[in-house]
């Protein structure tokens, strides 16, 4: 049975709106969308004309994410090199400190309980780690820093590599900012593009009824039309213990295989079944009616659990 594919994508469905006005304008006074279009009071000038606004605002949202990238890739370009640097100098002294590594602590690094570095996330507190980092360096008396021959031999200059880090964050911050800009644009756009999302949707429902038994008739508006079936697929996912999680799209009837060594709960249906289908390790079950949306359930306090899943595209 042939598909109907209304895009969910901003341009893809800008081009749909195109197409289906193109089609109703050369149709004329013998479009077969007209009855439906003066039932609904709909304009499709009207469309085009939000059309035009709405796309205004993803040209802004485009070249906000432009601007964006390039200012990651910059940041990236001025501080990349300078982390690596700084893991190395922090991995020369661990070997130093080795019987107490935990003095990195007081150059401003992170040494969790089993002796392992830890740097943060966000380049901003990166880089208060390589100031920190610098400052504690800079206290020893010259002559007497214990990383001073490792940045001689490697030819580190740690005030240049300071400046690096000032130039990145400022292009950070540019990043920043447009990102921030990007979203307010798409936010906008969306909100001016959403009347036309529905009206769209009831287009391809009153087309789809209209032409029920030739849905290929649709391609004609600019609608895709898949004749192909749909493929299944196999998933496999493993749980953590005590873990949840929701599975959608599951084939009816197919075969739910538990892989691992504890034991699953499966809550059949959207809210989840009360009482739970299990699935002891290493077997696999048929599922029964109201399964096509379910909920896994690890039991085991310690151990992962593992599964296999038949899912529609």
């Known amino acids: ?27 004329g006074p013998a479009s077969v969308l007209l009855p439906y279009l003066l039932q609904q009071e709909i304009d499709l000038n009207v469309l085009a004309a939000i059309a035009t606004a709405a796309l205004a605002r993803d040209e802004s949202r485009q070249t906000c994410q432009s601007e ?53 996330a966000s380049i901003e507190k990166r880089a208060v780690v390589f100031a920190n980092f610098k400052t504690k360096h800079e206290t020893y008396p010259v002559g007497s820093r214990p990383l001073q021959v490792y940045l001689d031999l490697h030819g580190i200059d740690m005030a240049a590599d300071s400046v690096l880090v000032g130039e990145a964050l400022d292009r950070h911050e540019d990043f920043m900012k447009a990102a921030k800009n990007e979203e307010q644009e798409t936010e906008l756009r969306n909100k001016i593009w959403k009347p036309v999302v529905g009206e769209l949707r009831g287009v391809a429902n009153y087309l789809k009824k209209l032409f029920t038994g030739n849905t290929q008739a649709l391609g004609d508006w600019g609608f895709v039309v898949n004749s192909s079936p749909k493929k299944h697929h196999e998933r496999t996912t493993r749980l953590r213990p005590k873990m949840k999680r929701r599975v959608r799209s599951v084939i009816r009837g197919s075969l739910f295989k538990n892989l691992g060594a504890t034991e699953l709960h499966l809550y059949g249906g959207k809210k989840g079944a009360s009482v739970p289908l299990i699935v002891p390790p290493e077997t696999e079950v048929k599922l029964p009616r109201g399964y096509s949306s379910l909920t896994v359930f690890n039991t085991s306090m310690n151990d992962f659990g593992k599964h296999k899943v038949i899912l529609s595209q």
């Open 68 to 120: 964006k990238e390039k200012n990651r890739e910059l940041r990236d370009v001025k501080f990349g090199p300078v982390m690596k640097r700084l893991r190395a100098e922090v991995q020369f002294l661990k070997n130093l400190f080795s019987d107490n590594v935990h003095e990195l602590g007081n150059w401003g690094i992170t040494v969790n309980g089993k002796g392992r570095i830890v740097y943060p």
């Open 1 to 27: 049975m042939s598909r109907v594919i209304t895009p969910n994508r901003f341009l893809e469905q800008l081009t749909l709106l195109k197409n289906i006005k193109a089609k109703h304008d050369l149709d």
